[in-house]
T-cell receptor
Framework: KAGVTQTPRYLIKTRGQQVTLSCSPISGHRSVSWYQQTPGQGLQFLFEYFSETQRNKGNFPGRFSGRQFSNSRSEMNVSTLELGDSALYLC????????????????FGSGTQLSVL | DQQVKQNSPSLSVQEGRISILNCDYTNSMFDYFLWYKKYPAEGPTFLISISSIKDKNEDGRFTVFLNKSAKHLSLHIVPSQPGDSAVYFCAANPSNYGQNFVFGPGTRLSVLP
């Protein structure tokens, strides 16, 4: 069974540009969550989608947005990039609800390393 | 305000000895805890979990202990192996439906041969 696939693996952008990252969840998984990882901050929750609907959103500015398609694939978009947006962006899928009930586990992709110059 | 804390950014242990990684949390609504392991250039992978109704869960060389009164959990790795060198994240799951995992900042474990 294929794992969570994120593309691209690496991105270099300049301030003010926008970027779109893509995530294909494990087949059959309907929930997709996005996290930002920066040194010393751990994984900061961005948002979660389930059945094409955003179910939950973390404490990030509106420049960060996402969507989920009918095949459960998800994209996240960051507009007007800032230097502080440089981070590893991780996508995770789960079968039902990410963290909603009991021991539902997250399965992570390898991430997209975004560098903003 | 971090709800899940891992106060040791790094830890070095000799191969064959015990590794103890600690995690503290502040939200008493957390009822399920997980440990994830992350190698460079890879996404985190699930390692072991524990429900709040238990105080210990064991899986091979990995044991997680939970002290609810102290809001503290720890991951023990015995014996430690060089392949265990990675960043370990503690994560907590609130009991509220629709809430999402809260991760700690991680502890980098180095197992020295």
């Amino acid at each position: 069974k294929a794992g969570v696939t994120q593309t691209p693996r690496y991105l270099i952008k300049t301030r003010g540009q926008q970027v779109t990252l893509s995530c294909s969840p494990i087949s059959g998984h309907r929930s997709v969550s996005w996290y930002q990882q920066t040194p010393g901050q751990g994984l900061q929750f961005l948002f979660e989608y389930f059945s094409e609907t955003q179910r939950n959103k973390g404490n990030f500015p509106g420049r960060f947005s996402g969507r989920q398609f009918s095949n459960s694939r998800s994209e996240m978009n960051v507009s007007t990039l800032e230097l502080g947006d440089s981070a590893l962006y991780l996508c995770a899928s789960s079968l039902v609800y990410a963290g909603g009930i009991g021991d539902e586990k997250l399965f992570f992709g390898s991430g997209t390393q975004l560098s903003v110059l | 305000d971090q709800q899940v804390k891992q106060n040791s950014p790094s830890l070095s242990v000799q191969e064959g000895r015990i590794s103890i990684l600690n995690c503290d949390y502040t939200n008493s609504m957390f009822d399920y805890f997980l440990w994830y392991k992350k190698y460079p250039a890879e996404g985190p992978t699930f390692l072991i979990s524990i429900s709040s109704i238990k105080d210990k869960n064991e899986d091979g060389r990995f044991t997680v202990f939970l002290n609810k009164s102290a809001k503290h959990l720890s991951l023990h790795i015995v014996p430690s192996q060089p392949g265990d060198s990675a960043v370990y994240f503690c994560a907590a799951n609130p009991s509220n439906y629709g809430q999402n995992f809260v991760f700690g900042p991680g502890t980098r474990l180095s197992v020295l041969p």
